[in-house]
């Protein structure tokens, strides 16, 4: 079979997939699981950048999505006007004695040498920490006191919500920036543990900066870049539309609120997935897969490895941004706890590799598809686990168990996808196409 029709053919099941959930479930279910199917994929697109391309180890992704929620939250919520006057000035001076902390550590390093380089540093440190705490603390602790029950945080920008998906692209490249020039050069498992690392510090610092985010307190209520239920409920054109095609117009106006966000969604999976694969059949992309294949002969043709690294690292972390900001949109709230490693990096992974590394196609396939037997893992699971264990009789312990024991074949599922994937299709359902590893070296070279 052809790598097109390949392609068609595994599309086409998932979407009779999709149909079927709509056709024996509910089409709001099916729309539900589109669009966290769309995000996975675009999530799963940001991965492949980075391992597909360049063969980047990176297990933070949660972090680089939590910064896309923080994003939706900084851009869409309307400024706390209150907490600016108590403690605004106060985390203005602090933000500014950090850059002036960063700019003294910076001029002493290139001033001295040596031991006096190590001792001025540490001690330009220390006291650009001490200044810094001096304004910080009772900035926080006067914004985090004003009207704690509703507010308690900053706020944010108070502009429409889907400027945040672009602003979540930025703080997660931004981001991706900092902590790639300080690990990019690690192994590719002490990246891995850096990466999860920082991720994780990331989290920490959302759930307990309560100024910032109201920590695990959630900011709830986001504005909508779509219409509202209860106003399309009263608008006459929406009765009228309701009416022609005899729908409830309660259960219809959910309905077309998911549609509307299915059609945002999938125009930003359209819009990455047509610029990522004109990245990947490039000179560019060529060359970072000859990276990718064989390091040091790229570098002997005076490629600047680490350099690329860090441009593609870059980049897959914007594009997980973008989704994490789009997710916080879909969701309505920010709520850091629902930030897991399960979630949000190895679903992903998983996603990546089953659909087939280093193909955007197969990426967003496996988006689509392990999001959908993520979801319906648990219902198909108890349906089935009721019906064998339905000659036992409804007192049996043991079917009692067995049915509670249901919600336990997500992860089984995802495990035993995964050794199958990895035992029949190491490459994927859809694997990489193009030519052998010393063909992209040789276009690489000439190319670039």
Same mark, same amino acid.
């Given at each position: 079979?052809?790598?097109?029709?390949?392609?068609?053919?595994?599309?086409?099941? %998932?979407?009779?997939?999709?149909?079927?959930?709509?056709?024996?479930?509910? /089409?709001?279910?099916?729309?539900?699981?589109?669009?966290?199917?769309?995000?996975?994929?675009?999530?799963?697109?940001?991965?492949?950048?980075?391992?597909?391309?360049?063969?980047?180890?990176?297990?933070?992704?949660?972090?680089?999505?939590?910064?896309?929620?923080?994003?939706?939250?900084?851009?869409?919520? $309307? $400024?706390?006007?209150?907490?600016?006057?108590?403690?605004?000035?106060?985390?203005?001076?602090?933000?500014? %004695?950090?850059?002036?902390?960063?700019?003294?550590?910076?001029?002493?390093?290139?001033?001295?040498?040596?031991?006096?380089?190590?001792?001025?540093?540490?001690?330009?440190?220390?006291?650009?920490?001490?200044?810094?705490?001096?304004?910080?603390?009772?900035?926080?602790?006067?914004?985090?006191?004003?009207?704690?029950?509703?507010?308690?945080?900053?706020?944010?920008?108070?502009? $429409?919500?889907?400027?945040?998906?672009?602003?979540?692209?930025?703080?997660?490249?931004?981001?991706?920036?900092?902590?790639?020039?300080?690990?990019?050069?690690?192994?590719?498992?002490?990246?891995?543990?850096?990466?999860?690392?920082?991720?994780?510090?990331?989290?920490?610092?959302?759930?307990?900066?309560? /100024?910032?985010?109201?920590?695990?307190?959630?900011?709830?209520?986001?504005?909508?870049?779509?219409?509202?239920?209860?106003?399309?409920?009263?608008?006459?054109?929406?009765?009228?539309?309701?009416?022609?095609?005899?729908?409830?117009?309660?259960?219809?106006?959910?309905?077309?609120?998911?549609?509307?966000?299915?059609?945002?969604?999938?125009?930003?999976?359209?819009?990455? %997935?047509?610029?990522?694969?004109?990245?990947?059949?490039?000179?560019?992309?060529?060359?970072?897969?000859?990276?990718?294949?064989?390091?040091?002969?790229?570098?002997?043709?005076?490629?600047?490895?680490?350099?690329?690294?860090?441009?593609?690292?870059?980049?897959?972390?914007?594009?997980?941004?973008?989704?994490?900001?789009?997710?916080?949109?879909?969701?309505?709230?920010?709520?850091?706890?629902?930030?897991?490693?399960?979630?949000?990096?190895?679903?992903?992974?998983?996603?990546?590799?089953?659909?087939?590394?280093?193909?955007? /196609?197969?990426?967003?396939?496996?988006?689509?598809?392990?999001?959908?037997?993520?979801?319906?893992?648990? $219902?198909?699971?108890?349906?089935?686990?009721?019906?064998?264990?339905?000659?036992?009789?409804?007192?049996?312990?043991?079917?009692?168990?067995?049915?509670?024991?249901?919600?336990?074949?997500?992860?089984?599922? %995802?495990?035993?996808?995964?050794?199958?994937?990895?035992?029949?299709?190491?490459?994927?359902?859809?694997?990489?196409?193009?030519?052998?590893?010393?063909?992209?070296?040789?276009?690489?070279?000439?190319?670039?």
């Amino acid at each position: 079979m052809s790598q097109r029709m390949r392609i068609v053919v595994l599309y086409g099941i %998932m979407a009779a997939l999709l149909l079927v959930v709509g056709v024996f479930q509910s /089409w709001n279910l099916a729309i539900t699981i589109i669009n966290l199917c769309l995000i996975s994929a675009i999530m799963a697109l940001g991965v492949n950048i980075q391992w597909g391309y360049a063969g980047i180890f990176n297990v933070g992704i949660m972090g680089f999505a939590a910064l896309g929620g923080l994003a939706a939250v900084v851009v869409s919520m $309307p $400024p706390v006007m209150g907490a600016w006057e108590v403690g605004g000035a106060g985390i203005g001076m602090a933000f500014l %004695m950090l850059v002036g902390t960063v700019a003294a550590v910076y001029f002493v390093r290139r001033h001295t040498t040596g031991n006096t380089r190590f001792w001025a540093t540490i001690a330009t440190s220390i006291v650009g920490y001490f200044v810094i705490r001096y304004f910080y603390d009772p900035a926080v602790d006067a914004i985090e006191s004003f009207d704690a029950a509703r507010t308690g945080y900053l706020g944010g920008l108070g502009l $429409p919500i889907i400027f945040s998906w672009i602003v979540g692209g930025v703080f997660a490249a931004a981001a991706a920036w900092l902590i790639g020039k300080i690990a990019l050069g690690l192994r590719a498992d002490y990246l891995a543990i850096a990466t999860l690392g920082i991720s994780e510090i990331i989290i920490a610092i959302l759930k307990n900066e309560e /100024w910032l985010t109201r920590g695990v307190k959630n900011v709830s209520g986001l504005p909508r870049p779509v219409a509202y239920e209860s106003g399309l409920q009263q608008a006459d054109w929406f009765l009228n539309l309701s009416a022609w095609l005899g729908a409830n117009p309660v259960i219809f106006s959910t309905l077309y609120v998911r549609l509307s966000y299915a059609i945002l969604f999938a125009i930003v999976l359209i819009i990455i %997935m047509w610029l990522a694969e004109r990245a990947l059949n490039s000179p560019w992309g060529r060359m970072m897969r000859a990276i990718r294949d064989n390091r040091d002969a790229a570098e002997a043709m005076g490629k600047d490895v680490k350099g690329r690294h860090l441009q593609v690292f870059i980049l897959g972390s914007a594009v997980v941004g973008v989704a994490g900001a789009m997710l916080t949109t879909l969701d309505g709230q920010l709520t850091p706890g629902q930030y897991n490693p399960l979630r949000f990096t190895f679903l992903i992974w998983v996603m990546v590799i089953v659909g087939g590394s280093g193909n955007n /196609w197969g990426a967003v396939l496996g988006g689509f598809l392990i999001w959908f037997l993520w979801v319906e893992a648990e $219902p198909v699971g108890a349906w089935l686990m009721n019906q064998l264990t339905m000659p036992l009789g409804p007192g049996s312990g043991l079917r009692a168990h067995l049915l509670d024991a249901a919600p336990y074949m997500r992860p089984l599922l %995802m495990g035993v996808i995964l050794l199958l994937v990895l035992r029949f299709a190491p490459k994927g359902l859809i694997p990489e196409s193009g030519g052998s590893p010393p063909t992209a070296a040789k276009k690489a070279a000439v190319e670039t």
